[in-house]
C-alpha cells in the first residue's frame, strides 16, 4: 500500500519548464503514474524552435527498433516517420559512397508544432493523460516538485540552411568536409516533397553564411538539390556531462543538462530517455544523478571519444572514414558498435575530454560584432 502510494505519488503539482520532447516525456510518464503535471512552455505552441525541420530519430543506439523502445516506455508513436535505410555521403573531394542498411537507420521525423510532428504527438498523448500545458508562460520560479527541460544553454554546435518545397525524390544525403561544415557534416533531407538543407558546424560559426552557401551549391552539384520557397532556419546544440544533472532538487533534462550526442548532435533520444529517468526518479524517490550516470553517462562520453577521433581526423581522414565504415558495410551495425561503450573507449575519455570541451561558446568566435545565430540570441526560427 505505501509503495503504491509512493508510486502515484501525492496530489501536489509536478511543475516542468520547457514542453520539448524531454520535458513532455517526463510528463507523459509522470502522470501516466497518476501525478498532477503542469507544463509551462514560454512558446505559443510546442516545437517553435523546430518549425517544420526534418530531423533523424537515431535507430544504431540499440539492438531493438527505436518506435518499439518508445511503445515500451508507453510513449506516442503516431507521428510521421520514413524509415530511412539506404542513402548517400560525399568525401571533400566529391567521392560518392552508399550507405546502406538493412533494418532503418533512423526514422525521418518532422519537428514543430504542426499534426505529425513527434512534438505534437507527445503533446496530445500528454493533453489526453490529463496533464496541463501553458503556452506563453516562462517559469522563473520552482517551488515544489519540477524538471528543468528549457533546452540548451549554449552553443557547442550550430546547423543552419534552409527548409524548402522540392520535387526531389525522397531520401537523405551527407558531406563531410570542413569547407562546408567545420569539424562538422552538411546534410539533405526529402520527405514528402519538402526538404531541409544545412551546415552543422562545430566551429567556425562566424562564417555561418559562407558555409550554408558552400553547402547548397555543393549539394547542387552533388544531389541535384531543387529547392522552391526557402526558407532559412537553424539551431544550436549544447553538448556537456555535467558534475550533476540536478538544480538544487530538481532534474534537469535534455539539452538543459547538456545531454547530447557529442559526435553528430543525435540528441533526440537522450531528451527522451532523461525525461523518462526523471520522472522515474521523482515517481519512486531515485536519486537522479545515480540514475543518468549510470544510463546515460557511458553512452554521452563514448560520443566524446568519437567526436574527439572526428575532429582529429579531419578533411583528409574523412574519406578515410567513409571508405572504410561505409563501403559494403551494413552501417546501422558498424554505427551500433562505434557508439557501444567499451573498455578501449573508457580508457580514452580522459584524453578526448581534453580534447573537447563544452564551449559555452565557440572559440572561434568572439562573440564581438557578430550576427551567427547563437550570437542573434534566438537559436531558432531565423526569419
Ligand atoms: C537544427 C537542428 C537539427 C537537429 N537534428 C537532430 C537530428 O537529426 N536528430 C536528433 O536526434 N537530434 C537533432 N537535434 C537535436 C534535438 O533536436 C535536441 O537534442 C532535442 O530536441 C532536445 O530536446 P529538449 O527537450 O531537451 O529541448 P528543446 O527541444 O529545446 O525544448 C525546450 C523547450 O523549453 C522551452 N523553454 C525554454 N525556457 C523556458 C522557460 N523558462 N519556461 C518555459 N519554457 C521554456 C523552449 O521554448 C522549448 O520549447 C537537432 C537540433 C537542431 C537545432
Not at 566551429?203 to 547548397?216: I, M
Not at 532538487?249 to 557529442?262: I, L, N, R, S, Y
Not at 531515485?286 to 572526428?310: C, G, M
Request: overall charge neutral.
Amino acid at each position: 500500500m505505501q509503495n503504491n502510494q509512493q508510486k502515484t505519488g501525492s496530489d501536489a503539482v509536478v511543475e516542468i519548464a520547457g514542453a520539448g520532447i524531454a520535458g513532455l516525456t517526463a510528463a507523459i510518464i509522470l502522470a501516466g503514474a497518476g501525478r498532477r503535471v503542469v507544463v509551462h512552455e514560454v512558446q505559443k505552441g510546442v516545437g517553435y524552435r523546430f518549425g517544420g525541420d526534418f530531423q533523424g530519430l537515431e535507430n544504431w543506439t540499440t539492438r531493438e527498433d527505436v518506435l518499439q523502445s518508445l511503445e515500451s516506455l508507453g510513449l506516442a508513436t503516431d507521428f510521421t516517420a520514413l524509415p530511412c535505410r539506404n542513402g548517400t555521403a560525399f568525401d571533400p573531394d566529391g567521392s560518392r559512397y552508399e550507405i546502406n542498411s538493412r533494418e532503418p537507420l533512423f526514422y525521418l521525423v518532422e519537428r514543430g508544432p504542426d499534426p505529425g510532428t513527434l512534438d505534437d504527438a507527445l503533446l496530445r498523448q500528454a493533453q489526453s493523460l490529463g496533464v496541463e500545458v501553458r503556452f506563453n508562460s516562462r517559469l522563473r520560479r520552482m517551488e515544489g516538485e519540477g524538471i528543468l527541460a528549457a533546452g540548451p544553454k549554449a552553443a557547442d554546435a550550430i546547423a543552419v540552411g534552409y527548409h524548402f518545397e522540392t520535387d526531389m525524390e525522397e531520401g537523405y544525403w551527407v558531406i563531410c568536409d570542413d569547407e562546408l561544415a567545420p569539424r562538422g557534416y552538411a546534410y539533405l533531407l526529402v520527405m514528402n516533397g519538402r526538404g531541409t538543407v544545412k551546415s552543422c558546424m562545430f566551429s567556425g560559426f562566424k562564417r555561418e553564411r559562407h558555409y550554408v552557401q558552400r553547402t547548397v551549391e555543393t549539394f547542387q552539384r552533388l544531389a541535384g538539390l531543387e529547392m522552391r520557397n526557402p526558407r532559412m532556419h537553424g539551431g544550436c546544440g549544447n553538448f556537456r556531462i555535467p558534475r550533476s544533472a540536478c538544480a538544487g532538487p530538481h532534474p534537469m533534462v535534455g539539452e538543459q543538462a547538456g545531454f547530447q550526442d557529442t559526435l553528430w548532435g543525435f540528441g533526440m533520444r537522450l531528451a527522451i530517455s532523461s525525461g523518462v529517468l526523471a520522472a522515474r526518479s521523482l515517481l519512486n524517490g531515485e536519486n537522479y544523478d545515480r540514475l543518468w550516470q549510470r544510463e546515460l553517462k557511458p553512452q554521452i562520453e563514448t560520443s566524446v571519444v568519437n567526436r574527439a577521433f572526428y575532429t582529429l581526423s579531419g578533411s583528409l581522414g574523412y574519406s578515410w572514414f567513409l571508405k572504410h565504415f561505409l563501403n559494403g558495410s551494413d552501417v546501422r551495425e558498424t554505427l551500433r558498435r562505434q557508439y557501444q561503450p567499451s573498455r578501449g573507449k573508457w580508457l580514452l575519455y580522459p584524453w578526448a575530454r581534453r580534447r573537447y570541451r563544452s564551449q559555452r561558446s565557440d572559440v572561434s568566435c568572439d562573440h564581438v560584432d557578430c550576427n551567427c545565430i547563437w550570437c542573434r540570441g534566438d537559436c531558432c526560427i531565423l526569419d
